[in-house]
């Protein structure tokens, strides 16, 4: 895999889609916000994307409130909370990259909750949440970022 280390952040990330799949809740991400591991040569993590469909999500479990089409889900994310882990209190979403975030059975689901831009706030519930990506290089594919 890469050289690297890497936390997807789901806020300021592009959501291209999302699909029901026998497993859940397929979230595709066209540009995935991400920091990149502090190197030994360097203070901090480096702020930055992936473009392109590299970083897919899979909600196992989770399906689509009634009222919601999974066709106007797209845009920028403004806000991404996770709940999960044994306290169950609400964080910012921050996923290793690849990586899961197992959930503790059906008594204790992963909650996400997103907040697109100009959507209601959407709230999604399941079993685990896994984030792959489509490269095996993300070293090469990372852009730092260069907003101020």
Do not use: N
């Amino acid at each position: 895999m890469s050289a690297m280390p890497y936390t997807l952040l789901l806020a300021d990330s592009e959501l291209a889609s999302i699909e029901r799949v026998p497993q859940g809740l397929r979230l595709r991400l066209a540009a995935a916000h991400a920091l990149r591991s502090a190197g030994p040569h360097e203070a901090r993590a480096t702020p930055g994307y992936f473009a392109g469909g590299v970083v897919v999500l899979l909600l196992e479990g989770a399906r689509l409130p009634p009222d919601v089409e999974a066709g106007a889900l797209l845009g920028r994310v403004q806000e991404a909370r996770l709940r999960c882990g044994p306290d169950q209190a609400w964080r910012q979403a921050r996923l290793p990259l690849p990586g899961r975030v197992p959930g503790k059975g059906q008594d204790e689901a992963i909650g996400l909750e997103l907040q697109l831009h100009g959507a209601p706030l959407l709230l999604l519930q399941g079993w685990a949440l896994q984030c792959s990506v489509a490269l095996t290089d993300l070293d090469a594919a990372f852009r730092e970022s260069l907003a101020c």
